[in-house]
């Protein structure tokens, strides 16, 4: 799922697009949280997170326009935030994934529906640090999980 996104940052910046990888991420993560939900004996908030997760990523694919940039701005920090509550020690990855989502998504829509058009490479360069930002967070997770 994460080298996914920085394989298709950085083929953005290149002017391409590998938009079959990018929905085929966006499946796995979506399948990723729906077995997360299903976990037996987690708690309801976390199944209920999860399924955010999950239904947060699916409208963020089906619907065009600002809409859908917000839905998936909001995705992977509903991710890392109900991680975080579960216990995981992710709190710099939880902030760095927040901080590049609103940043990327504020230079996206300006960009895009602001009259800045301009800000296109600017919006580029923020969509690699949020696939390397969102790839630090899934190999953290990814260890954490290992490691217990």
């Not at 909001?74 to 991680?83: D, H, I, K, Q």
């Not at 230079?107 to 600017?122: P, V």
């Amino acid at each position: 799922m994460c080298s996914s996104d920085l394989l298709n940052g950085f083929a953005v910046l290149s002017g391409t697009s590998f938009g079959l990888i990018e929905q085929i991420a966006f499946a796995a993560a979506g399948i990723a949280a729906l077995f997360l939900a299903a976990e037996k004996g987690s708690a309801s908030w976390e199944k209920r997170n999860f399924t955010g997760v999950f239904v947060l990523l699916m409208v963020s694919y089906m619907v065009n326009g600002w809409a859908g940039y917000l839905c998936s701005a909001l995705a992977w920090p509903l991710l890392l935030s109900t991680e975080y509550k579960r216990g995981m020690a992710i709190q710099r990855q939880l902030q760095l994934v927040g901080a590049a989502e609103a940043l990327h998504l504020f230079f996206l829509l300006m960009a895009k529906y602001g009259g800045m058009a301009a800000l296109g490479f600017w919006t580029n360069l923020l969509w690699v640090l949020l696939a390397c930002a969102r790839g630090w967070a899934a190999l953290s997770l990814y260890k954490m999980q290992e490691d217990a």
